[in-house]
């Protein structure tokens, strides 16, 4: 008998993957619905109505589910994809770390910038660095002799990070700890994890790319 976490309703838990078949906790996880036209809507936020159909993060997920027909199939009936619906994932997924960062940089909780991170860490520790995968990696190096055992999360670009942070570009992000922090870090997992998937050989930094620095979720 299945699980009762790994049940095709929305308690518990954890929720199992349509392309996988594995079960993950739901953290880990996107979540769609199925609009009342037929529609396949990403759920990123997990608050619209009606029964959730999850998937690993990861356009191949979202490929692989669509051409074998396995949304249509968990929802019983047919559906209706955008043909751009990796992207828009992903794109999703940027903007939820950006909001939340932005939410934080309001709140006076997180900071950008080479001299500002350094002098937040001169105060204590951060919850989570950040650094800009299209960065100089000297930048992080005279960092790190404050960062203790902390290293960055080298995910999103500079214009990524200054989007959040209220300017063009930003290279350094420091987070202090708080609900915002652990909210930002599962978002941030899930797109490390969606872009680990999607990079080609010698493109991107999405996890240990650079001496010293990772994504969410890497050791």
């Not at 992000?173 to 978002?187: D, K, S, Y």
Request: hydrophobic content about 40%; proline content about 6%.
């Amino acid at each position: 008998m299945e699980p009762a976490d790994a049940s095709d309703d929305d308690t518990g838990p954890s929720r199992r993957c349509l392309a996988t078949g594995r079960v993950r906790p739901k953290d880990e996880l996107i979540r769609f619905v199925v609009g009342p036209e037929g529609a396949l809507v990403p759920d990123l936020a997990e608050r619209l109505p009606g029964r959730g159909l999850w998937l690993s993060p990861g356009p191949d997920m979202v490929n692989t589910a669509l051409s074998k027909g396995l949304f249509a199939k968990a929802a019983r009936h047919a559906i209706v994809a955008a043909p751009d619906l990796a992207e828009r994932v992903e794109s999703l997924l940027v903007r939820r770390c950006q909001d939340l960062l932005g939410l934080a940089r309001r709140a006076g909780q997180a900071v950008a910038g080479f001299e500002k991170v350094r002098g937040f860490l001169s105060q204590g520790p951060a919850a989570l660095l950040l650094e800009a995968r299209d960065g100089a990696e000297d930048g992080w190096r005279k960092i790190a002799a404050k960062a203790g055992d902390r290293v960055p999360i080298v995910l999103l670009s500079r214009a990524e990070l200054g989007w959040a942070m209220g300017r063009d570009q930003a290279v350094h992000v420091a987070v202090a700890p708080g609900g915002l922090a652990t909210r930002l870090e599962r978002e941030l997992s899930r797109l490390a994890e969606w872009r680990r998937a999607d990079r080609t050989e010698g493109a991107g930094q999405t996890a240990r790319g650079k001496s010293g620095r990772s994504a969410p979720g890497k050791k």
